[in-house]
């Protein structure tokens, strides 16, 4: 997990980073729309060490603008389905929780290709990229029969210095969590030219989700428990009793592949010129 942290931190240089460079390339501008699918996956306090346990499918659009042939950005929607659960990942199965999620993320991102790339070319037509960037993300933690976590109250932020009851911290305002949240996005990929207008990318994204209740996961058992705060009985309604982290966040992951069409905009020097890609098809 501290790697994958440090990982974010590089994912925002990568962005920043190429909003500088972008604005000294003065070559083709060129748009690209189109669509992902691929195999989506929670990590966190039920699943804190195994990619792709119990993954999900998993899609999206997405908007690409080229401001030359190494720098791109890109506007993205992903619809991420998630799912955790104590028995399948093997970490905490006394606890006897799960969960699933679907979550909305928007994303805006700096893609850096390792090689000069243009859809459309065969001699710059494939190339290794890092991107990253920042989302905002929607989520709804659900049990498996439907029910919103949220609204049973399956987990709290704290206890008051008096070993408050749920009410209590129902009253101070430490029971609800926000569904809204930012993440940082960032990873790896490598695109394909496949003719002269259509562009195939396959990329691995991790997402640092800036919550920790993707799983409604967090903190201490409420003191007040049901069937799906505590469906093993572990806490036997002793205070303080650890339910889960309330120190790292939640992480998601999107392994997919997309396809995109590209349209040539209007204005700019145009990379396209058959002088510069000899074997432009």
Known sequence: ???????????????????????????????????????????????????????????????????????????????????????????RPERGLSFTNNVHDVALVAEF???????????????????GGISVLMFNPKAEDGTELCNVLTDVSGYNDNNGTLEDNINNGNAKYSKVAVSIPFGIGAKYSLSRRIGLALEWRWDLALTDWLDDCHSYYPLQNNAYSDPTGFSNGSPYIQRGSANDYDWYGYLNLSMTYKFNLPNGNDCNKRERYKNYN
Do not use: H
């Not at 974010?8 to 909003?19: D, E, P, R, W, Y």
């Not at 604005?23 to 060490?49: F, R």
């Not at 790339?117 to 290794?128: A, E, I, M, Q, V």
């Open 113 to 131: 290709n390792f090689l000069d790339y243009f859809t459309g070319s065969k001699r710059n037509g494939l190339t290794p990229y890092l991107f």
């Open 1 to 91: 997990m501290k790697i994958l942290r440090k990982f974010s931190v590089v994912a925002l240089i990568i962005f920043f980073g190429g909003q500088f460079f972008a604005q000294k390339e003065a070559c083709a501008q060129v748009m690209e729309v189109g669509g992902s699918i691929g195999l989506s996956y929670y990590m966190g306090d039920i699943n804190p060490k195994k990619p792709f346990n119990q993954s999900k499918l998993g899609w999206g659009v997405l908007v690409r603008f080229y401001g030359g042939t190494r720098w791109a950005f890109r506007l993205a929607y992903s619809n991420l389905q998630l799912a955790g659960s104590d028995k399948e990942s093997g970490y």
